[in-house]
């Protein structure tokens, strides 16, 4: 078996949503430079204009549509229209999602009390289950109806460490919102096998992207969050790009239902 065929992803009719920047990006940009064909789904039309323009000139077939994922109907136009457009469905990020801001400690672990689990506001909470939960299970049921028409493909789930423990530093409102996408995973998973498509999650820990209105791009933030990792850094977008490709490819077609962590060893604590 040569690394080139187990791994390839050409010819891969592939949508992301969030793929304008951060590790929805990374995912498009992977695929597309691989030879796969991409449909970027986004919210934020500059930046997808930006990731676009980025990936055709490197020779990348890509395109994209300006998508709110909490709109049902929208989001499943997106995927029609993308699944029309290459005439089958191959490979899908569920990618898109937000951030529930900090925890109910502050960094020098003071309480935060405007954090405070009673003080979290409705509206916030209801906003991040429709972005983080309800998108995704939205996503995976477009991809479905499509990929059991062309013989089966891979859905990949970008989900979150915190699925496998608690949070301090972390808003409760994203951990809950992320919490049920491990089994959303795993029933998709055993549901969808019989139709040769696979259903994963890449759960990766502190990543330097955008999200949290790029509270993440400071560079205090950034060691903060560096001391937890035996490896003394945060993830970096094109950390992700090898697992997605082998989630996307052959080289993972006999696994299904799993979340593979990628956190640089933060979820083993920190070495010294």
């Known amino acids: 078996m040569k690394v080139e065929d187990l791994f390839s992803v050409s010819g891969l009719a592939t949508v992301v949503t969030g793929g304008a920047s951060g590790i929805g990006r990374a995912c498009a940009e992977a695929m597309a430079d691989n030879g796969a064909r991409v449909t970027l789904l986004d919210a934020d039309k500059?930046?997808?204009?930006?990731?676009?323009?980025?990936?055709?000139?490197r020779g990348g077939e890509v395109r994209g549509a300006v998508v709110d994922v909490t709109d049902r109907a929208a989001l499943r136009?997106?995927?029609?229209?993308?699944?029309?457009?290459?005439?089958?469905?191959?490979?899908?990020f569920a990618n898109a999602g937000m951030s529930g801001g900090p925890g109910f400690l502050n960094q020098d672990r003071t309480r935060n009390a405007a954090r405070a689990l009673e003080e979290i506001d409705d509206k916030l909470i209801d906003r991040l289950i429709e972005v983080?939960?309800?998108?995704v299970l939205t996503t995976i049921q477009a991809s479905a109806r499509h990929m059991k028409k062309s013989g089966g493909g891979s859905i990949v789930v970008t989900s979150t460490i915190s699925t496998f423990r608690t949070e301090i530093f972390v808003g409760l409102p994203y951990v809950v919102s992320k919490a049920g996408l491990k089994q959303l995973v795993r029933q998709s998973a055993v549901e969808l096998a019989a139709y040769n498509i696979r259903v994963?999650?890449?759960?990766p820990g502190p990543f330097v992207t955008n999200i949290g209105g790029g509270r993440l791009q400071d560079p205090a933030t950034q060691e903060?969050?560096?001391?937890?990792?035996p490896m003394r850094r945060m993830g970096r977008p094109d950390d992700i790009q090898g697992l997605a490709l082998f989630l996307a490819s052959s080289a993972s077609s006999y696994i299904t239902g799993e979340q593979i962590v990628i956190d640089g060893g933060?979820?083993?604590?920190?070495a010294d």
Do not use: W
């Open 46 to 57: 500059d930046a997808l204009a930006e990731a676009l323009a980025a990936m055709q000139s």
């Open 77 to 92: 136009r997106a995927f029609d229209e993308a699944a029309q457009h290459y005439g089958r469905l191959d490979v899908v």
């Open 132 to 135: 983080n939960y309800k998108s």
């Open 200 to 203: 994963n999650a890449m759960a």
């Open 224 to 229: 903060f969050f560096a001391q937890f990792s």
């Open 266 to 270: 933060t979820t083993l604590g920190a």
